[in-house]
């Protein structure tokens, strides 16, 4: 069955970049994902690749996608108390139906050391 | 803006109790999801539906069933809460393309 995974905790410094790995399982995924949930609030989308993409950067966020490898990770630069949430990876996965879920791990809680 | 409405964001219930969580959406998604989170667990699907009266069952729909009559309300039904059902119900909607909106979530207490 599908899965993603990824590690519970990460903890960096202010100011150091921040890169918070996952792992999937199935390859048919359209769609990669990372979400963030700041306390006490729903998740909100952070950003997504394709999955015909290697990388996707958007100011502060990069994205590495290795196919081969399902591994998926997100790099934040100049790391800020502002990012401390929890981060979760998710992928799209259709089942024996057309339609698509979206497969969400754990979560990585990010905290920052001042 | 995309908005998904879950009707509570506290409820405390009684064991033996049928409970309804509702959610509704203002953008005319297709999908309709609902999710429980628990620490340490991440999200898990528990049902979604693709269409109106449409459903399917997520990775743990035991204990649950769900309600589509409308496109734009989904409703989670906990036939008989159980204290293990306690936990934060998100709901989320979406229709093509990649992202899905979620709602503010339900902290739901069974005691």
């Known amino acids: 069955g599908e899965d993603v995974e990824q590690s519970l905790f990460l903890s960096v410094r202010e100011g150091d970049s921040s890169v918070i790995n996952c792992t999937y399982t199935?390859?048919?995924?359209?769609?990669l994902y990372w979400y963030k949930q700041e306390p006490g609030a729903g998740l909100q989308l952070l950003t997504y690749?394709?999955?015909?993409?290697d990388m996707k950067q958007d100011q502060r966020l990069t994205v590495l996608l290795n196919k081969k490898d399902k591994h998926l990770s997100l790099r934040i630069a100049d790391t800020q108390t502002g990012d401390s949430a929890i981060y979760f990876c998710?992928?799209?996965?259709?089942?024996?139906?057309?339609?698509?879920?979206?497969?969400f791990g754990s979560g990585t809680r990010l905290s920052i050391r001042p | 803006d995309v908005k998904v409405t879950q009707s509570s964001r506290y409820l405390v219930k009684r064991t033996g109790e049928k409970v309804f969580l509702e959610c509704v959406q203002d953008?005319?998604?297709?999908?309709m999801f609902w999710y429980r989170q628990d620490p340490g667990l991440g999200l898990r699907l528990i049902y979604f539906?693709?269409?109106?009266?449409?459903?399917e069952k997520g990775d743990i729909p035991e204990g649950y069933s769900v309600s589509r009559e409308k496109k734009e309300r989904f409703s989670l039904i906990l036939e008989s809460a159980s204290t293990n059902q306690t936990s934060m119900y998100l709901c989320?909607?979406?229709?093509?393309?990649?992202?899905?909106?979620f709602g503010q979530g339900t902290r739901l207490t069974v005691v």
């Open positions: 953008m005319d998604h297709e999908n």
């Open positions: 690749i394709f999955s015909n993409m």
């Open positions: 539906s693709y269409d109106v009266k449409m459903k």
């Open positions: 998710a992928e799209t996965y259709r089942g024996y139906s057309s339609a698509s879920k979206i497969i």
């Open positions: 199935d390859s048919s995924s359209t769609y």
């Open positions: 989320a909607s979406s229709t093509v393309g990649p992202e899905a909106f």
